[in-house]
């Protein structure tokens, strides 16, 4: 019989990410604090769970299974933690949330700070993840809550199945250079331009963007950091397209055009049972205010 289900947890961190350190991060737990979980694992059971290929771990027949199983027991246990605490209804304990960089910087900030002073007893856990990792971290019950985007031009069904609540939608801005200013894309056609990674969902919007206006764009700089976009723009080097938080890095020696009907929709999303969470629930309703507070129309020039 399974005794702890921290075995379990650790299990599922090991089949998603393939190795033992990796799980152990994801878990906040040492590679050896995992590896004995395991090992306990298949004490108890009386058979493998696991077998090395090549520098990975990887699950046997019996280890698939049970993990089919034991993620039943966990979704069951989180909606079982879900109904006791909102039994008592008071807003208490740690809420982890992953968030892009922009939204930490700006709502999620403000929403728990205003948060803790109303609920002191809550415990906030932030991490600032990559870009498009926060619904894989949720998906895998690492995280209780991810800020998340969505881009009208590069619709995605990462949400499905989760419980979404739109926060702010604010508009995609062409940013150029102060000294070769570009007041439409077309303008830009023929200049260098930064984008994220081909994989992020931004990028794939900076492609719609560029394909609406027949460009076919030469991507000189790659990077997922807003900040250093902002400066290489500001060298002279390219332009980009950037959401109008990027903004808040007060940008120096650029030239901002606004870029008609393309938004980028930053939304909170939970899984099912964890959204009934009453801290979980009260720091949803922060983040809305806070949202409501923040004037996206004053960073646009």
Request: charged share 20%; glycine share 6%.
């Amino acid at each position: 019989m399974i005794t702890d289900v921290r075995r379990i947890q650790a299990l599922r961190q090991l089949a998603e990410r393939g190795t033992v350190t990796a799980a152990a991060e994801a878990l906040g737990y040492t590679p050896s604090a995992v590896s004995q979980q395991l090992a306990a694992l298949e004490g108890e059971l009386g058979t493998p769970v696991t077998e090395r290929q090549g520098r990975n771990l990887v699950l046997t027949d019996a280890g698939r299974l049970l993990l089919e199983h034991g993620s039943d027991a966990l979704d069951a246990l989180e909606r079982a933690h879900t109904a006791v605490a909102a039994l008592r209804g008071e807003p208490i304990g740690p809420v982890r949330v992953g968030s892009l960089a922009s939204a930490a910087a700006s709502i999620v900030a403000d929403a728990l700070c205003t948060l803790l002073a109303e609920h002191p007893n809550v415990e906030p856990q932030l991490s600032v993840h990559p870009l498009d990792r926060n619904i894989e971290e949720l998906q895998l019950g690492t995280i209780d809550l991810a800020v998340e985007q969505s881009y009208a031009l590069a619709p995605h069904s990462a949400f499905d199945g989760l419980e979404v609540t739109d926060l702010l939608t604010e508009p995609l801005l062409l940013l150029s250079p102060a000294d070769t200013p570009c007041r439409t894309v077309d303008d830009a056609a023929e200049l260098p331009w930064i984008a994220s990674p081909p994989s992020a969902a931004c990028r794939r919007s900076t492609e719609s963007v560029a394909a609406r206006h027949g460009l076919s764009p030469d991507y000189c700089y790659e990077t997922d950091d807003h900040f250093a976009t902002m400066r290489l723009v500001g060298a002279g080097l390219a332009v980009a397209v950037l959401p109008a938080l990027a903004l808040l890095h007060e940008p120096r020696g650029i030239r901002v055009a606004v870029i008609p009907d393309a938004t980028r929709t930053i939304s909170a999303v939970t899984r099912p049972s964890a959204g009934a969470r009453p801290a979980v629930a009260k720091l949803i309703e922060h983040l809305v205010a806070a949202a409501a507070r923040f004037g996206i129309d004053s960073l646009v020039p």
